[in-house]
């Protein structure tokens, strides 16, 4: 089993920044945390889980939202078992509970198999 935990949310204004981190804990056997890619998914109220970030177990693979693309960075420390989302530019419909997600390269959750609890991002106008 794999444990996720998500951090760094919280209240911005628009125009300003945010970054989540994303630590992993625990494994399955054969597998390390550089073997999982690592997504970044988002669930505003009312609205469906939506694709925000993705990125490859060795980094060399990035995959983005056409909504975040330019504004949001993804990126990960195997050695730290952690994923980060660097959010500039914010915009009040970025305001979403954030998830991050471990399992295959894939802009669908229904590709990844581990999920964390979310945190709160709220982008004021």
């Known amino acids: 089993q794999v444990q996720l935990v998500e951090s760094g949310g919280g209240l911005v204004q628009a125009g300003g920044s945010l970054r989540l981190s994303c630590a992993a804990s625990?494994?399955?056997?054969?597998?390390?945390?550089?073997?999982?890619?690592m997504g970044w998914f988002r669930q505003a109220p009312g609205k469906e889980r939506e694709f925000v970030a993705a990125?490859?177990?060795?980094?060399?693979?990035?995959e983005y939202a056409d909504s975040v693309k330019g504004r949001f960075s993804i990126s990960r420390d195997n050695a730290e078992n952690t994923v980060y989302l660097q959010m500039n530019t914010l915009k009040p419909e970025d305001t979403a509970v954030y998830y991050c997600?471990?399992?295959?390269?894939?802009?669908?959750?229904?590709?990844?198999?581990?999920w964390g609890q979310g945190t709160q991002v709220t982008v004021s106008s």
């Open positions: 990125i490859s177990g060795t980094g060399g693979s990035r």
């Open positions: 997600a471990a399992g295959a390269f894939r802009t669908r959750p229904s590709g990844y198999n581990y």
């Open positions: 625990g494994r399955t056997p054969g597998r390390t945390f550089s073997s999982y890619a």
